[in-house]
């Protein structure tokens, strides 16, 4: 390096800096640039995979709210047959064909005559 009269080394501007680094500030970057043509290329491992499983996860996620939505109306179900007498009525009659004591069933073999 060349010294200054003061005794002291002279001072690079900015381009010489990054001239004197050469390759050492060059080679992070064309790592970068490989590793990003490498996911765009490797079909098997690479960012075409890794979106498939971002949209996987997204509709894994849709499931999970689906069934935690049914979850949630059973629960509530299984608390009004627990407690509310007529829920319990209900699923007797429509399930079990119960009547209460008097009451008769009265079927209509051709139902679709009372569609007109």
């Given at each position: 390096?060349?010294?200054?009269?003061?005794?002291?080394?002279?001072?690079?501007?900015?381009?010489?800096?990054?001239?004197?680094?050469g390759?050492?500030?060059?080679?992070?970057?064309l790592?970068?640039?490989?590793?990003?043509?490498?996911l765009?290329?490797?079909?098997?491992e690479?960012?075409?995979q890794?979106?498939?499983?971002?949209?996987?996860?997204?509709?894994?996620?849709?499931?999970v709210?689906?069934?935690?939505?049914?979850?949630?109306?059973?629960?509530?179900?299984?608390?009004?047959?627990?407690s509310?007498?007529?829920?319990?009525?209900?699923?007797?009659?429509?399930?079990?064909?119960?009547?209460?004591?008097?009451?008769?069933?009265?079927?209509?073999?051709?139902?679709?005559?009372?569609?007109?």
């Amino acid at each position: 390096m060349a010294e200054r009269a003061t005794g002291r080394p002279a001072r690079r501007g900015r381009a010489g800096f990054l001239a004197g680094l050469g390759w050492l500030a060059v080679c992070p970057l064309l790592a970068g640039v490989f590793t990003l043509g490498a996911l765009l290329l490797d079909q098997n491992e690479g960012l075409v995979q890794l979106l498939d499983l971002h949209r996987e996860l997204g509709e894994m996620r849709e499931q999970v709210q689906e069934l935690e939505r049914l979850g949630d109306e059973r629960t509530a179900r299984l608390e009004r047959l627990r407690s509310d007498p007529f829920e319990i009525e209900t699923v007797a009659r429509e399930r079990l064909g119960m009547l209460r004591p008097g009451e008769r069933v009265l079927r209509l073999e051709n139902d679709s005559a009372w569609a007109h």
